[in-house]
């Protein structure tokens, strides 16, 4: 008898304990299931915060899916509101850009009713040819920021990029009398589009070019490493404001000494040609005098 009252004794306490200890497992899952619904409730306020994992259990795996998951959402939201700002500014920028030709064009209709000239015929067509201009240009950005712009990459040789970009632009270098330098050094290989990749060095030495004093010089090279082809162009003017340099690739961005007449779209347009062929573009000022572009084709 005793034994069986024993037994029992020791029954009942075991089911205690297993019942003491299912309500200390359930109030821990109770606070940490509230913890988890504060944290959402936060989350839909807009409120930010943490969570902290627990363990390695159900509970804990879903949890942590749900931060990612709200985390990624974040992100998300973040970056939808950097493009629509974005999107408004380029608006701004846009609206700006066709105002100016448009007012002269209207003025200079104006004044050809009141007395007829070629000095404003040739002012519409000057600006006439502004607005194509920035036309082609914004295609040609929204392209490559859609990822649509065709490219047809394959081997080609440096020096002949540099060549031709350069004869492409002879009149107005021509004009500007400044002179372009080109060495013709081994062969060295690119693999890119020809086109968009001479494009791109055309808006380069342009830019130096309306930088540089007449009598001055554009200069190109080219070398070679293991990891990458890197090009060089720089010109003998004053080089760049330095609190331009870091803002000199955005697009609508005028730098302080911009030409008249400038629409900022140049190097943003390099800049995005040249990254779409696994290659990076950046500005510096030269230690003595002039401003320098690097490019580099990473070669993987």
Not at 30 to 47: F, W
Not at 145 to 157: N, S, V
Request: glycine share 6%.
């Amino acid at each position: 008898m005793t034994v069986l009252i024993g037994a029992a004794a020791g029954s009942t306490l075991l089911l205690t304990a297993f019942l003491i200890g299912c309500l200390i497992w359930r109030k821990k899952e109770n606070k940490r299931i509230s913890a988890l619904t504060d944290y959402l409730e936060k989350v839909n306020t807009g409120q930010r915060g943490v969570l902290f994992s627990t363990g390695e259990d159900e509970l804990s795996k879903l949890q942590d899916e749900i931060y990612k998951t709200v985390t990624e959402l974040y992100q998300t939201r973040e970056a939808a509101l950097n493009a629509r700002k974005s999107l408004a500014e380029n608006l701004d920028n846009i609206a700006h850009q066709i105002k100016t030709p448009i007012t002269s064009i209207s003025l200079s209709t104006q004044m050809m009713y009141e007395e007829p000239s070629s000095v404003h015929l040739k002012e519409i067509r000057r600006q006439l040819s502004r607005l194509t201009h920035l036309e082609e240009s914004l295609l040609l950005l929204s392209r490559i920021d859609a990822g649509t712009l065709p490219l047809e990459r394959k081997e080609i040789d440096v020096f002949t990029v540099l060549m031709l970009a350069a004869d492409n632009l002879q009149e107005l270098f021509r004009k500007a009398d400044v002179s372009v330098h080109i060495p013709e050094a081994d062969e060295m290989m690119i693999t890119a589009d020809m086109d968009w990749t001479m494009e791109a060095v055309m808006n380069l030495m342009k830019n130096c070019m309306e930088h540089t004093p007449p009598g001055g010089m554009v200069s190109c090279a080219y070398e070679e490493n293991p990891l990458y082809v890197q090009i060089r162009i720089w010109d003998t003017g004053s080089g760049f404001v330095k609190e331009d340099i870091p803002r000199l690739f955005e697009r609508f961005y005028r730098g302080q000494n911009a030409k008249a007449g400038s629409i900022g779209i140049g190097l943003s347009l390099a800049r995005g040609i040249i990254e779409r062929q696994n290659g990076t573009v950046s500005a510096q000022n030269l230690a003595g005098a002039g401003a320098c572009f690097e490019i580099r084709f990473y070669r993987h």
